[in-house]
């Protein structure tokens, strides 16, 4: 009976002590279960509060990449000059305007404007060009005036009515070096008739054949020239028919193409 009794205080106190230790355990428990219900509900309360900037970031990184995409997809490309089109080995003064060698093995076909600042620069560095190639560069230009260029026509025009005096390469400096001066001017052809008078032009014979459907014809046949081979910027350059990429219209670039050129000519007539 005594041990019954000891039994049955044992078996008491074991089940006071599990009592004792689970509600010592419970607050801690509970403690844990309210801090991470709070870290959840701070958590939320973040994304709500950043989630716009997060949608305007992703829509903006897909826009741009839409857009990225959708220029390459639409970026001009320029098509090599054919064959039947090609002005090598030709010298057709009357048609073309040819400076340097006109039998040279390398030809540079430039299509630009008067009024664009980068084909002022480039006119400076052809000059540099045919010094140092001599005999093996001739340098064709072309006309392309921009609609955006208020008196780029005009000024063509005027290159070519000089051209029918044969002075078309005086004009072609003189309109460059003066370009920003012409640009800006409310009256350019004023200026223009005072270019022609300072490089020994017949001013009557001048205007009249600014005003000639010839001179505008000749600018308008190189703008044709230019729209088929997929041009839409100035300068634009083609070295033997091959065009220039714009990563490599600058000295280093242009200088590396033309002796390309030079090495591959004498493979191509082999």
Request: hydrophobic letters at 40%.
């Amino acid at each position: 009976m005594i041990a019954r009794i000891r039994v049955h205080l044992r078996d008491s106190r074991a089940v006071l002590l599990r009592l004792r230790v689970h509600s010592w355990l419970e607050p801690e428990l509970d403690l844990t279960i309210y801090s991470l219900r709070r870290s959840f509900s701070l958590f939320c309360h973040s994304m709500k509060r950043y989630l716009p900037f997060v949608i305007v970031a992703a829509a903006a990184l897909v826009a741009l990449g839409s857009g990225a995409m959708l220029y390459r997809a639409k970026r001009p490309q320029l098509q090599a000059i054919p064959a039947s089109n090609s002005v090598a080995g030709k010298s057709d003064s009357e048609s073309m305007h040819i400076r340097g060698n006109p039998d040279a093995p390398v030809t540079l076909e430039e299509f630009a404007d008067f009024q664009c600042p980068p084909c002022s620069s480039f006119a400076a560095f052809g000059e540099e060009l045919l010094k140092e190639y001599d005999s093996r560069l001739r340098i064709v230009f072309r006309n392309f005036p921009l609609s955006a260029h208020e008196h780029a026509r005009e000024a063509a025009i005027a290159a070519e009515a000089a051209g029918m005096q044969g002075h078309f390469w005086e004009m072609h400096d003189v309109l460059y070096r003066e370009q920003e001066v012409w640009s800006k001017a409310p009256n350019a052809r004023e200026l223009f008739e005072w270019y022609a008078g300072t490089i020994g032009l017949n001013l009557d014979q001048f205007r009249k054949d600014m005003d000639s459907e010839k001179a505008k014809e000749r600018v308008d046949s190189d703008h044709a020239r230019g729209d088929s081979l997929g041009i839409k910027v100035t300068p634009t350059l083609f070295i033997n028919d091959q065009p220039v990429e714009p990563q490599y219209k600058n000295p280093a670039g242009v200088r590396a193409a033309i002796n390309a050129a030079l090495e591959a000519k004498p493979k191509s007539g082999a």
